[in-house]
């Protein structure tokens, strides 16, 4: 059964830092197949993407509202992706959500809440 656990998330003051984590387990291939997105959510509003990181290469791409904030990066050998998280903003406030990716498999953890305080 593929899980996928999100932390790190918390209370910060703008200005702030933060490091998300995902850990994942139970997947039928090795972690490193598959491509890895933090997606976030904030209140009344649709769940957009933040950070992709691909499988194999680990090329990154990031949202224009978080380009040279936030940081994504993976370890393959413990399973993990995370999602380094600088110069946080108000807006930046929602629920953050790791999600893993190949063709014919999409799996979602339950999310992480990060409030940034103004």
């Known amino acids: 059964q593929v899980q996928l656990v999100e932390s790190g998330g918390g209370l910060v003051q703008a200005g702030g830092s933060l490091r998300l984590f995902c850990a994942a387990s139970?997947?039928?291939?090795?972690?490193?197949?598959?491509?890895m997105r933090w997606y976030r959510q904030a209140p009344g509003k649709e769940r957009e993407l933040v950070a992709h990181?691909?499988?194999?290469?680990?090329?990154?791409n990031y949202a224009d509202s978080v380009k040279g904030r936030f940081i994504i990066s993976r370890d393959n050998a413990k399973n993990t992706v995370y999602l380094q998280m600088n110069s946080l903003k108000p807006e930046d406030t929602a629920v953050y959500y790791c999600?893993?990716?190949?063709?014919?498999?999409?799996?979602w953890g339950k999310g992480t809440l990060v409030t940034v305080s103004s």
């Open positions: 139970g997947f039928a291939l090795p972690f490193s197949r598959y491509s």
């Open positions: 990181i691909t499988n194999f290469l680990g090329s990154t």
């Open positions: 999600n893993a990716n190949r063709p014919a498999e999409d799996y």
